[in-house]
C-alpha cells in the first residue's frame, strides 16, 4: 500500500508561482510513475503531468512550458512547480503514483494510488 500526502497549494495572484509537493510512503518510490491532476469546480478530473521512472514526462497542453514536473527519489517526493499561473489554473491538485513506472499516463485508470488533494486557487 502506497499513501500520498500533497502540501504546497494555496491563494496566488495571477502570474504567480506556487510549488506543489507530494511524499509518499514505502521503499518502492523510485519504480513508480508519478503523475499530477487537477479539478476546477464543477469539472471533471483532468491530467496535469507524469513522471516515470527514468524521469520522461509529459504534460498537457494547456500547462507546457508554465509547469515543470520533477522527483527527487531519496526524498520520496515529487513535485510540481507551477509558474505564469492563471484563474484557469484554479482546482483541487492530485498526485496518484501508477506501479506501472515506464508510463506517463494521462488516464487516470492507470494510476493505482492516490492523494486527498490541495487545493490551488488562483486570483485575477
Known amino acids: 500500500q502506497v499513501q500520498l500526502i500533497e502540501s504546497g497549494g494555496g491563494l496566488v495572484q495571477a502570474g504567480g508561482s506556487l510549488r506543489l509537493s507530494c511524499a509518499a510512503s514505502g521503499r518502492t518510490f523510485s519504480s513508480y510513475a508519478m503523475g499530477w491532476f487537477r479539478q476546477a469546480p464543477g469539472k471533471e478530473r483532468d491530467f496535469v503531468a507524469a513522471?516515470?521512472?527514468?524521469?520522461?514526462?509529459r504534460y498537457a497542453d494547456s500547462v507546457r512550458g508554465r509547469f515543470t514536473i520533477s522527483r527527487d527519489n531519496a526524498k520520496n517526493t515529487v513535485y510540481l512547480q507551477m509558474n505564469s499561473l492563471k484563474p484557469e489554473d484554479t482546482g483541487v491538485y492530485y498526485c496518484?503514483?501508477?506501479?506501472?513506472?515506464?508510463?506517463?499516463?494521462?488516464?487516470?485508470?492507470?494510476?493505482?494510488?492516490w492523494g486527498q488533494g490541495t487545493q490551488v486557487t488562483v486570483s485575477s
Open positions: 496518484a503514483a501508477d506501479v506501472s513506472g515506464y508510463r506517463t499516463s494521462i488516464m487516470e485508470t492507470r494510476y493505482q494510488y
Open positions: 513522471i516515470n521512472w527514468s524521469d520522461s514526462t
